[in-house]
């Protein structure tokens, strides 16, 4: 199971990467892996700004639909459009090609309240 180092995480299984003024999230290899093959992307929140916590989207795979959850508070500015067409690569490669949204953070310190990578490994291994 691949988590990065470089990356925060959430007890819910999604991750944030920021890079300069902008945080790009997704789920996490645990969470595509537990979820099996992803079918569906669904996120309907572009241009709307939410609170960490805050459901943002779904993902549908072939006999449930998860949601999706805020790691941190701020605008949601894009979908990752490739998925619409290729969900799969939430499976294949959920920390590069794989990423959800982009997000306008509020509040960079609220990275602080989110899970490092050994923090995330308790976790999961529990």
Known sequence: MNIPNELKY???HEWVRVEGE???IGITDYAQNQLGDIVFVDINTVGETLDAGEVFGTIEVVKTISDLFLPISGEVLEVNDTLEA???LVNKDPYGEGWI???KPADLSQLDTLLDAEG???IVNE
């Open 120 to 122: 995330y490994k308790e």
């Open 101 to 103: 949204i982009k997000l």
């Open 86 to 88: 290729a969900p799969e």
């Open 10 to 12: 959430t007890k819910e």
């Open 22 to 24: 902008i945080a790009y």
